[in-house]
């Protein structure tokens, strides 16, 4: 697998940019987190003067088998009806990022569905869809090391074009289940505390959804024969063994068990980016789940992660607190696409403009005031 060299940034300059966001005029920290912001992106790119260029938006697109047991209300053909919707520039995430000025990229991760040359989706597919894995692994270790390599690839291409500030979305009917799981396992969270609505599965539907994703868990488990896997329980206890920067083969193991193409891209890009010391705007409980996978491979992922909304998806918010994550905005949104993450660009770019274009007291004449 793609080993990447991730290290976080270099904390000598943050005492310089503290005292320059604290000497601007205004009282200390009453810009909030705009002056966190201001810090971090400061802080990733080694800059008392940080800038935001060309930014990008990634979205990657996949099918997967567990759909076939029922755990979605959404038709498998949405996952590439949406894909092409989205590059006709009518779709959710089309006017967000015409808006705030984001060349939208929509990558073909593994779709059920052959798009035409021109249609302007990047071909990266995989396969055409994952595997059910009520019944086995959603893919094999190549073809998770090769969604690895894809999304680095695609991260790889938006920097080449001077961008410096990237933002993942995802379409996938069903692919709240998989993230689910990865929330779960990686996340040490019982696993019918991580199952949601989705795209609106309630009532018997969210039952039946729950029952699936704990079955599956239960088959996973009693197929392993690892020490590392034994040591899990089976059904509700799934999930118990958090590891945080723990057993990569473990991590990869779940990843590929349970993932998706598209998430595992995304997974691939998040860590190209860190890699290549770009800022990453996190949307919902999908991108959410995926920079968690991340962070399980590369703890120091998360120095450059800005997460952008706190979703009305169930288990989001508690994803987020096993990250220590602090959302920018939370507007109940629960869209996916990179919806959330887009909205939250202008905060921003606001606090980015706080450190270069307010004054110090010193050079504005103004006494010290807090």
């Known amino acids: 697998m793609r080993k990447f060299n991730i290290q976080s940034p270099d904390a000598g300059i943050r005492e310089a ?27 990733i790119q080694q800059s008392l003067s940080p800038e935001l260029r060309n930014p990008q938006h990634i979205l990657f697109g996949a099918d997967h088998g567990i759909l076939a047991e029922g755990v979605s209300c959404t038709p498998k053909e949405v996952t590439w009806q949406q894909m092409g919707h989205f590059v ?8 967000l990022c015409a808006q705030h000025s984001f060349k939208l990229n929509v990558v073909d991760s593994g779709a059920d569905f052959d798009f035409p040359a021109g249609c302007g989706i990047i071909d990266a597919k995989i396969r055409k869809g994952t595997r059910n894995f009520l019944y086995e692994p959603a893919m094999t270790q190549e073809e998770m090391e090769l969604a690895i390599e894809r999304g680095a690839e695609q991260v790889d291409a938006v920097y080449a074009q001077g961008c410096n500030i990237v933002s993942f979305g995802e379409m996938g009917a069903g692919n709240t289940s998989p993230s689910s799981m990865w929330m779960s396992y990686l996340g040490g969270i019982p696993l019918r505390e991580c199952v949601g609505a989705g795209s609106g599965v309630v009532g018997a539907g969210l039952q039946h959804k729950a029952d699936v994703l704990m079955a599956a868990a239960a088959n996973y488990e009693n197929a392993q024969e690892t020490e590392f896997s034994k040591s899990f329980g089976k059904g509700e206890s799934a999930g118990s063994g958090y590891l945080s920067g723990g057993n990569r083969e473990y991590v990869m193991e779940i990843i590929r068990w349970f993932g998706g193409y598209e998430m595992v891209m995304a997974v691939g890009g998040m860590l190209r980016a860190a890699e ?44 987020l607190d096993v990250l220590g994550a602090k959302p920018v905005l939370s507007l109940g949104l629960r869209l996916g696409e990179g919806s959330g993450a887009i909205c939250a660009y202008p905060i921003v ?13 010193a050079q504005a004449a103004v006494k010290k005031y807090f």
Do not use: W
């Open 17 to 43: 940019l503290q005292s320059k966001i604290d000497n601007l005029t205004k009282p200390k920290g009453s810009l909030g987190m705009l002056e966190e912001l201001a810090l971090q992106v400061g802080l």
């Open 349 to 361: 770019v606001s606090a980015v403009n706080m450190i270069n274009q307010m004054d110090s007291f």
């Open 88 to 95: 006709q520039g009518g779709a959710g995430i089309s006017f």
């Open 276 to 319: 290549l010391e770009m800022t990453i705007l996190v949307d919902g409980f999908i991108m959410t789940n995926c920079i968690l996978a991340a962070r399980e491979l590369y703890p120091a992922v998360t120095d450059y992660a800005i997460y952008g909304h706190c979703g009305d998806e169930t288990g989001h918010r508690r994803v």
